[in-house]
């Protein structure tokens, strides 16, 4: 007869983990306060400045526009071309400065009130608040079932987030294509690539805002991670303070905290509750905070309401909270060596940059040797060499300009040593260089190719070689 089979022990069982937790959407909750208006501020200001900046006009072309196909750059009244590639360096290395100088002082300012993923992720949640209530009616629409409110809110707000979607990815591509000839083009179905990187901006605006929203910040967004790199216990972050608020509890407005034993904290949550990234920042410094300040406002309006101090989370320094300083005494310590040492680099660079622009020549010029004829003998006993001359005009107003050379003895330009270039627009020019035969040893000589606008004093000289067969 079979032996009876008997269960393993439960220390023995199988056990499945599930090492991905499901997803939980977030319902930011609506709050007022200081740092809400700023928020809206930043966004009026950056949204403003992004969809108008394209319509703007400087004289009979757009202000800002960046022609990839025409490799030039207008900004404002500068006529930029990919030789001056080294203001682009310049103006990333900036960037780079300012966001490790205000990393250094204030935490994720960028993060939480500038940065496009911010700002659109606000935009999206006010049409969401629009079309389907507030954080307790969108919780109760998601999840009752599907009824004819529930799908006319629905579709409300998906046509409220596309218009805006389609709308900054057509003001994006706006800024490299003209974006009045744009608007035309895409009425009229013309220009596959203008169409496809609209849909791609469009479509990128729409699935980062609308859904992804939190998930950008703290998964796919590098700073997140190396943010504590440029954090000291000197940062300005948004606190919590625990020697305050704790032990945290419900509780009447009769009861007197401190003869109860209570913090100042009623575990209300609705700092939880607004955060957009959904973190509780009474756990301390998490790297998904955004520094966005939500729930500052949120605390203050709880503290009003229970008639107790504000400040229960405010921005403050760890030094600070930990040694109970002033706000006053936080300040100062602010202003530390690396602070200094950013904003000095960062001042410098800004005032090279600037001094650069003033002074940059409206003239570029590239010498190019022909390869076809590097050297040869022509009529009246005299050695030749050709070149190429491509001639940029980086000024808005047609130009005249005459060309020269030195380097040699007798040399002399035999072509056109004048060429017209009009407002904005690059030339290529075939230039030749003559000397009489045997004036130079055999071998390759320095030469300088001078190109001056008449009636101007920008002046460039390039250096190129004058072949001399043997």
Known sequence: MPAPQTQPPAAERDVYVDLYEAKKKIYPRAIGGVFTRWRWALVL??????????????????MVLFDLGARRFYLFGLVLYPQDFIYLTGLLIMSALSLFLFTAVAGRLWCGFACPQTVYTELFLWLERLTEGDRSARMRLDKGPWTFEKLWRKTLKQLAWMS????????????????????GELLALHGTWQIFWVGFYSFATYGFAGYMREQVCKYMCPYARFQSAMFDKDTLIVTYD??????????????????????????????????????DIRKGLQYECIGCGMCVDACNTVMDKVQYPRGLIR?????????????????????????????????????????????????KVDVVRDRAALSRVVAGG????????????ATEQPQR?????????????????????????????????QVPYGAAPAGSHTVHLDVQALGDRAQVSEKTVFLVPR
């Open 382 to 393: 005299q050695l030749e060499n050709i070149y190429r001359v491509q001639v940029m005009n």
């Open 164 to 183: 805006v979607a389609l709308w900054t990815g057509f003001t994006f591509v706006g800024y490299f294509v003209p974006i009045r000839q744009l608007g």
């Open 45 to 62: 200001l950056t949204q403003g400045v992004f969809y108008g900046l394209p319509w703007w006009q400087w004289g009979e072309r757009q």
């Open 401 to 433: 300009y005459r060309i020269t050379a030195s380097g040699l003895q007798g040399l002399q330009v035999a072509s056109e040593p004048e060429v017209e270039i009009g407002p904005a627009e690059s030339r290529w020019v075939a230039v030749r260089l």
């Open 242 to 279: 625990t020697q305050r608020g704790e032990p945290r509890a419900a509780r009447s407005k009769k009861v007197d905290a401190k003869a109860a034993g209570l913090g100042d904290c009623i575990d209300c949550s609705l700092c939880v509750q607004v955060c957009p990234t959904g973190i």
């Open 315 to 363: 921005y403050a320094t760890q030094n600070g909270m930990q040694n109970r300083w002033s706000s006053a005494q936080m300040l100062r310590r602010v202003l530390r060596p690396r602070v200094l040492f950013y904003s000095a680099v960062l001042l410098a660079l800004c005032t090279a940059m600037l001094a650069s622009l003033v002074t940059r020549t409206p003239l």
